[in-house]
């Protein structure tokens, strides 16, 4: 498959008062040409800072690349000044932001907004921007786009102002769009419409997507690949299906109890205990093993292997290790 995006070794860290935060620690990962990625931890596991990064939004100070490269058609990212940064911006890579409210500015139109970008980066009259304005809010599901156009962000429910948020980033036809916490706030109903209104503008666009979320659950039907990622780091990858049926990380076995299942009636959720480690001073050995119920002694003192599965699975895990007690039956979430 064509290989459109490539990060390799990222390192992303924040200088504060109280030290320097490691928030991203040698995270690896690739996408493929009208692919679906997601990227699933809890907060503060370095999803969005890693986000961000592709996009070179981390705030320099206090924040900053350290090692790494993000390769976009075999171009680094990294080396790119703010000007070529720009051109990128919204034509080919373009982000969703977590809350659709904050990413709209409340005293402009929606029409204004829509355009805005195309006009900045296109040679087009006034009239063909607002033609593809329009298209794009009926591609997204808005009714009546022509007076929708003339209307304010606090005239739109939440579910519509998303709806409003992908139109504008998909509005100069980016190959990539990053989506960070889309569903974040929104009821479980609006939650399912927006997800199938990512299939759809796939399926009709050949947009890449990186989905970036929290909930194992959300993911369960669009996303091809799946790279679970803690404290900074990327501890388990692999196919939609690998991941649910096959889970080899406990955090990720985790993750997946802490999903409601409506195929099984009255079983309780079981949460993960305790909380991610202080990135501050982060462990140098397997960082989940202060709350894993399957924790050696190799597992305080080095950081573990990663153990390849198949050719799209692989896990950084000492239970892997022949010489180590196998893992009980995995957890399994029923994605049919």
């Known amino acids: 498959m064509d290989k459109i995006l490539e990060v390799r070794d990222l390192h992303v860290a924040f200088t504060t008062y109280g030290g320097t935060v490691k928030a991203v620690r040698g995270v690896d990962f690739y996408l493929n040409k009208g692919e679906t990625l997601a990227i699933v931890g809890e907060s503060g596991c370095g999803k969005s800072v890693t986000a961000n990064a592709i996009m070179r939004l981390i705030p320099d100070p206090p924040g900053k690349i350290t090692n790494g490269s993000i390769s976009f058609h075999e171009k680094d990212l990294t080396t790119f000044t703010e000007k070529q940064m720009r051109s990128i911006r919204g034509v080919d890579i373009s982000m969703i932001f977590q809350d659709p409210m904050t990413a709209l500015n409340p005293t402009l139109t929606i029409g204004t907004q829509l355009m805005e970008g195309l006009r900045q980066h296109q040679a087009i009259?006034?009239?063909?921007?607002?033609?593809?304005?329009?298209?794009?809010?009926?591609?997204?599901?808005?009714?009546?786009?022509?007076?929708?156009?003339?209307?304010?962000?606090?005239?739109?429910?939440?579910?519509?102002?998303?709806?409003?948020?992908?139109?504008?980033?998909?509005?100069?036809e980016p190959e990539l769009l990053i989506a960070d916490e889309p569903t974040t706030a929104l009821d479980v109903t609006i939650q399912a419409q927006i997800l199938e209104l990512f299939e759809k503008i796939q399926a009709a666009t050949g947009v890449s997507i990186i989905l970036i979320t929290h909930d194992l659950g959300v993911v369960a039907k669009i996303a091809d690949r799946i790279v679970v990622m803690y404290a900074g780091k990327i501890i388990e990858e692999g196919t939609r299906r690998e991941v649910f049926y096959q889970p080899k990380h406990p955090y990720t076995q985790g993750?997946?109890?802490?999903?409601?299942?409506?195929?099984?009636?009255?079983?309780?959720?079981?949460?993960?205990?305790?909380?991610?480690?202080?990135?501050?001073?982060?462990?140098?050995?397997?960082?989940?093993?202060?709350?894993?119920?399957?924790a050696m002694e190799v597992c305080e003192k080095v950081y573990p292997e990663n153990y390849q599965l198949s050719d799209t699975h692989s896990v950084d895990c000492w239970?892997?290790?022949?010489?180590?007690?196998?893992?009980?039956?995995?957890?399994?979430?029923?994605?049919?």
Do not use: W
């Open 255 to 294: 993750l997946l109890m802490s999903v409601p299942r409506l195929d099984v009636k009255g079983e309780a959720l079981t949460p993960i205990e305790g909380t991610p480690p202080d990135l501050f001073s982060p462990p140098k050995a397997c960082p989940f093993t202060a709350r894993c119920s399957f």
């Open 125 to 172: 009259s006034g009239n063909d921007a607002k033609r593809r304005a329009l298209e794009m809010l009926d591609l997204v599901g808005i009714p009546n786009p022509e007076e929708r156009l003339k209307q304010y962000p606090h005239q739109f429910s939440g579910g519509m102002r998303q709806r409003v948020v992908i139109a504008i980033a998909l509005i100069c």
């Open 319 to 336: 239970l892997q290790d022949e010489r180590a007690k196998p893992f009980s039956d995995p957890v399994t979430v029923n994605i049919n």
